[in-house]
């Protein structure tokens, strides 16, 4: 006997699938965007600049303002369409269907992080930080502030294997620049805050090399490799991201800054959460020979503080 189409697939169970497939994905983006809630089709992000630099009082006070820096994010729309055979359904006796729409339901949920690494990648071409200029550049004067160099190179023996001596030296240098990073009052030390917590985002082809890093024994001296200790990085680095994603950045990290909950190296801007629709009426699967499983959502990634993420390229 022909099974009821209508048993397996119900808007409630596909809901369930969709919200697993969300909990099981690995949503790196999560851990490097400031979140903004969206009620129009655009946000003006308004940014202001730090507080004035304290000065004697010598003849009373001297006024000045924070710096305006505006930007407008525009919501952009995604979605996923499926329709499972009438037919197919009706003769699935093993149950595969279900698992079919539990796969989909995942590719959904990997989408985001997929838009997060693009948005990497592009971040040394696009001009789309707030300034105007490309989020990873090597010359950036925000206010007052010296020059910003995020965007970062090492001339290494294989660009794609560095050693950990290499890598070593990379976290090194990428803390250091961002030490010394100014706020646009020109004092240095603006990104501390965010420093009490560093992510490192790789490409699969950098996971191994960064994970003996920061998980060796502190004063192991590695053979052969000019490294001395373990003892900086695993106290600069709070976290490893693995990108699949990053397919043009085999030879570069992300050394992003994360611990300012107000204010991130990228921006997630939410305008409606995911809706899930399954026409499964009789009359609807008829005229579809089929149960149609739409998916919607609208969103957008950007860039935020260039001050709190550098691309570091091995050469």
Request: hydrophobic fraction near 40%; proline fraction near 5%; include cysteine.
């Amino acid at each position: 006997m022909a099974q009821n189409i209508f048993s397996n697939i119900t808007q409630r169970g596909t809901k369930a699938l969709f919200d697993e497939a969300m909990a099981a994905a690995p949503n790196v983006w999560q851990k490097h965007c400031q979140v903004i809630p969206s009620d129009a089709p655009d946000e003006a992000h308004v940014w202001l600049g730090t507080m004035p630099v304290p000065r004697e009082m010598v003849s009373g006070r001297t006024y000045a303002g924070m710096r305006d820096f505006t930007f407008t994010v525009t919501n952009k729309e995604y979605e996923m369409s499926l329709i499972v055979d009438q037919t197919t359904l009706e003769d699935d006796r093993h149950g595969l269907v279900l698992g079919k729409i539990r796969d989909a339901l995942g590719v959904w949920a990997q989408f985001k992080d997929s838009l997060f690494g693009t948005l990497l990648i592009n971040g040394e071409t696009d001009t789309l930080a707030f300034d105007g200029l490309a989020f990873h550049a090597g010359t950036r004067v925000i206010g007052s502030s010296a020059n910003i160099d995020n965007q970062q190179t090492a001339n290494i023996t294989t660009p794609n294997v560095p050693t950990i001596a290499e890598m070593t030296t990379a976290i090194k240098e990428c803390k250091e620049s961002m030490w010394r990073f100014q706020d646009d009052q020109g004092r240095v030390g603006y990104s501390t805050q965010a420093m009490r917590n560093v992510r490192v985002i790789c490409a699969p082809e950098q996971e191994k090399v960064l994970f003996e890093l920061v998980n060796a024994n502190l004063l192991t001296v590695v053979a052969g490799d000019g490294a001395s200790s373990n003892v900086f990085v695993p106290a600069v680095i709070n976290g490893i991201d693995v990108l699949p994603y990053l397919t043009d950045a085999d030879d570069a990290i992300y050394f992003d800054a994360v611990g300012n909950p107000t204010r991130m190296p990228f921006i997630y801007q939410e305008r409606t959460e995911p809706q899930i629709e399954v026409l499964n009426e009789p009359g609807q699967v008829a005229e579809a020979h089929g149960v149609k499983i739409l998916t919607r959502q609208r969103f957008r990634f950007a860039y935020g503080e260039p001050r709190y993420s550098i691309r570091y390229d091995f050469t």
